[in-house]
C-alpha cells in the first residue's frame, strides 16, 4: 500500500534559522511528488512538483530536493511569514489523483 | 486570471440532512478533484471529475457524489450526514495532461459542521 510520511509533525524555528522537513514516500510508481503550503483555514496554495530523484527546484527562500525514497523542502533564513503547514503528496497514476502526508507545521517566531 | 472558487464558506447542517457543495475551477482547467480534509490532517481524495464523468473515486461510501458541468464546474453532494463528515472539503482543479505535467490548484475550501 503506497504511504506517504512526513516528519517532524511541527517545527518551531527561530527567525534566520534554517532547518528542513522531510516526505518519505513508499509508492508503486512516483509520478510526481508535490509540495504544497497551507495557511490555518485555507486551501493548500502550490509551490513545487519533483519528478524524478536528483532533482531540485527553488522558490525565494525554499528549495525543495527529491531521492528515490525521499523528498526535502529546505528552508533558509526563515521569516515570520513563512510559518504555515507544508504538505506533501504523490502522484502514482496518469489520472492525478494525490495523496498526501499529514503535513508539518512550521512556526517562525521573531 | 480567476482562481479556483467555491462555495459556499461554511455550513453548518444536521446530522441526517444532505448537502451540495460546488466549485469552479481555474480559467483553462478542465478537471476538478474533491478532497476531504479531518483537522489536522493532510486531504483524503473523494473523486475525480473529466469529461462529466467520475474517473477516480478513493475510500468513500455512495453518500458522497459529485457531477460535473459543460462548462467544467463541479459539485460535490454529501447524503444522510454523519457527524464524521465534519471537514473541510477542497476542491482542486488541473488541466488533464497525461505526458505527467500538471499541477492541481486547490480552492479556499468550504467549512462543513454536522451538529
Same mark, same amino acid.
Given at each position: 500500500?503506497?504511504?506517504?510520511?512526513?516528519?517532524?509533525?511541527?517545527?518551531?524555528?527561530?527567525?534566520?534559522?534554517?532547518?528542513?522537513?522531510?516526505?518519505?514516500?513508499? &509508492?508503486?510508481?512516483?509520478?510526481?511528488?508535490?509540495?504544497?503550503?497551507?495557511?490555518?483555514?485555507?486551501?493548500?496554495?502550490?509551490?513545487?512538483?519533483?519528478?524524478?530523484?536528483?532533482?531540485?527546484?527553488?522558490?525565494?527562500?525554499?528549495?525543495?530536493?527529491?531521492?528515490?525514497?525521499?523528498?526535502?523542502?529546505?528552508?533558509?533564513?526563515?521569516?515570520?511569514?513563512?510559518?504555515?503547514?507544508?504538505?506533501?503528496? &504523490?502522484?502514482?497514476?496518469?489520472?492525478?489523483?494525490?495523496?498526501?502526508?499529514?503535513?508539518?507545521?512550521? &512556526? &517562525?517566531?521573531? | 486570471?480567476?482562481?479556483?472558487?467555491?462555495?459556499?464558506?461554511?455550513?453548518?447542517?444536521?446530522?441526517?440532512?444532505?448537502?451540495?457543495?460546488?466549485?469552479?475551477?481555474?480559467?483553462?482547467?478542465?478537471?476538478?478533484?474533491?478532497?476531504?480534509?479531518?483537522?489536522?490532517?493532510?486531504?483524503?481524495?473523494?473523486?475525480?471529475?473529466?469529461?462529466?464523468?467520475?474517473? #477516480?473515486?478513493?475510500?468513500?461510501?455512495?453518500?458522497?457524489?459529485?457531477?460535473?458541468?459543460?462548462?467544467? =464546474? =463541479?459539485?460535490?453532494?454529501?447524503? !444522510? +450526514?454523519?457527524?464524521?463528515? =465534519? !471537514? +473541510?472539503?477542497?476542491?482542486? =482543479?488541473?488541466?488533464?495532461?497525461?505526458?505527467?505535467?500538471?499541477? #492541481?490548484?486547490?480552492?479556499?475550501?468550504?467549512?462543513?459542521?454536522?451538529?
Amino acid at each position: 500500500e503506497d504511504q506517504v510520511t512526513q516528519s517532524p509533525e511541527a517545527l518551531r524555528l527561530q527567525e534566520g534559522e534554517s532547518s528542513s522537513l522531510n516526505c518519505s514516500y513508499t &509508492v508503486s510508481g512516483l509520478r510526481g511528488l508535490f509540495w504544497y503550503r497551507q495557511d490555518p483555514g485555507k486551501g493548500p496554495e502550490f509551490l513545487f512538483t519533483l519528478y524524478s530523484a536528483g532533482e531540485e527546484k527553488e522558490k525565494e527562500r525554499l528549495k525543495a530536493t527529491l531521492t528515490k525514497k525521499e523528498s526535502f523542502l529546505h528552508i533558509t533564513a526563515p521569516k515570520p511569514e513563512d510559518s504555515a503547514t507544508y504538505l506533501c503528496a &504523490v502522484r502514482t497514476d496518469s489520472w492525478g489523483k494525490l495523496q498526501f502526508g499529514a503535513g508539518t507545521q512550521v &512556526v &517562525v517566531t521573531p | 486570471d480567476a482562481g479556483v472558487t467555491q462555495s459556499p464558506t461554511h455550513l453548518i447542517k444536521t446530522r441526517g440532512q444532505q448537502v451540495t457543495l460546488r466549485c469552479s475551477p481555474k480559467s483553462g482547467h478542465d478537471t476538478v478533484s474533491w478532497y476531504q480534509q479531518a483537522l489536522g490532517q493532510g486531504p483524503q481524495f473523494i473523486f475525480q471529475y473529466y469529461e462529466e464523468e467520475e474517473r #477516480q473515486r478513493g475510500n468513500f461510501p455512495d453518500r458522497f457524489s459529485g457531477h460535473q458541468f459543460p462548462n467544467y =464546474s =463541479s459539485e460535490l453532494n454529501v447524503n !444522510a +450526514l454523519l457527524l464524521g463528515d =465534519s !471537514a +473541510l472539503y477542497l476542491c482542486a =482543479s488541473s488541466l488533464l495532461d497525461r505526458m505527467g505535467s500538471y499541477e #492541481q490548484y486547490f480552492g479556499p475550501g468550504t467549512r462543513l459542521t454536522v451538529t
